[in-house]
């Protein structure tokens, strides 16, 4: 895992709520080893999924593949035919870090909103420590 990686790991789905808006489902997920907890929004046209599927979340600094820092150009300035991190995905958001709790024992909470659709993560404090910054990326490939 690069610098950009701040955080990568397979979770498997364990749950789909769809009850509350037409398009979006808040998904709920644990890692293999069952140490990180994941609930997180999804637009379900965009990223339809199905209870017991295995999803590979990367959250990263930058979408260059080299590692090195946006300067200021977003995610919609990458140019027709320059690489990136987000055509090896197939979902991918930038959102803004904005909560941090400290959780049981050695665990912390980290909460994201990407525009609105939310992605709340617990977990060893070790493990989640590299996301105390201001933005990220969430990539997420079945």
Same mark, same amino acid.
């Given at each position: 895992?690069?610098? /950009?990686?701040?955080?990568?790991?397979?979770?498997?789905?364990?749950?789909?709520? $769809?009850?509350?808006?037409?398009?979006?489902? *808040?998904?709920?997920?644990?890692?293999?080893?069952?140490?990180?907890?994941?609930?997180?929004?999804?637009?379900?046209?965009?990223?339809?999924?199905?209870?017991?599927?295995?999803?590979?979340?990367?959250?990263? /600094?930058?979408?260059?593949?080299?590692?090195?820092?946006?300067?200021?150009?977003?995610? *919609?300035?990458? @140019?027709?035919?320059? /690489? $990136?991190?987000?055509?090896?995905?197939?979902?991918?958001?930038?959102?803004?870090?904005?909560?941090?709790?400290? @959780?049981?024992?050695?665990?912390?909470?980290?909460?994201? $909103?990407?525009?609105?659709?939310?992605?709340?993560?617990?977990? +060893?404090?070790?493990?989640?420590? +590299?996301? *105390?910054?201001?933005?990220?990326?969430?990539?997420?490939?079945?």
């Amino acid at each position: 895992m690069g610098d /950009s990686h701040l955080f990568a790991d397979t979770f498997t789905l364990t749950s789909i709520n $769809s009850q509350k808006y037409v398009r979006v489902a *808040r998904l709920s997920s644990h890692t293999e080893n069952g140490d990180t907890l994941l609930t997180l929004d999804v637009n379900t046209e965009l990223f339809p999924c199905a209870v017991g599927e295995r999803l590979h979340v990367l959250l990263a /600094s930058t979408l260059s593949l080299d590692g090195s820092k946006d300067d200021g150009k977003g995610w *919609r300035d990458v @140019g027709r035919g320059e /690489s $990136s991190l987000a055509d090896e995905y197939d979902y991918v958001c930038h959102g803004k870090i904005y909560r941090f709790e400290e @959780g049981d024992d050695e665990n912390i909470k980290v909460f994201v $909103s990407f525009g609105g659709l939310l992605l709340y993560m617990e977990g +060893p404090y070790k493990k989640l420590t +590299p996301l *105390r910054i201001d933005y990220v990326y969430l990539l997420i490939k079945k």
